[in-house]
């Protein structure tokens, strides 16, 4: 028979006086039974589950001190340095990865308390194309940084005035590209656990049955 499901607690998100109402910007537990990441397609294949662009890649949960890596995978700055400190790796994709190649990002929000870009005002959503500037850590949409920087070649942070090459402009949402740096289906943390869950499974089983006498 099929293992039993993943415990709740993954799907039970604190998510406090910062919940958001009505934008789902967070994954619920009910979107996790089928092991992490969503429901097989017809074809059998996994379907793509992008996280949130508000949560951490490690926890699943929105975060409170937001670093990115240069590939633009964010984590909560709690959760990801005891991580490092004890697997030295990027949790994500298993790659080595150092407290000193994290960048703090500065997200803004609007008096609703939503998060959005600072220069245009507009509410960031699952269908915004957000970037983050590393030099600063200020985080804009695309379409801005594209019509203030890049088109003119004024290649300043507009809100320090920091210059910036455009390789720093890093990706931290694209909704037209589906990155396994937001695919959770693809994170090596949960791939890992789940293994390890299957395990336990599979001994927990064979103690049964074996005591069972069957």
Known sequence: SDPPPSPGGLGRHAMGKRQHQGDKLYIRAS??????????SEKGRRAFKRLPFDCCALSLRPFENPVATPEGVIFDLMNIVPYIKKHKKNPVSGEPLKLKMLKKLNFHKNKAGKYHCPLTFKEF??????????????????DAVNELNLKPKMMNDLLTGESFKRSE????????????TRNVTSFLHLKQKKKERNQRWRRQRYI??????G
């Open 208 to 213: 049964e049955v074996k005591f069972r006498g």
């Open 31 to 40: 979107e996790w039974k089928y092991e992490f990441g969503g429901k097989r």
């Open 125 to 142: 959503s699952e269908h915004t194309h957000i970037v983050a500037i590393w030099t600063s850590g200020n985080v804009y949409s695309f």
């Open 169 to 180: 402009i890093i990706s931290i949402q694209d909704p037209h590209n589906f990155s396994n």
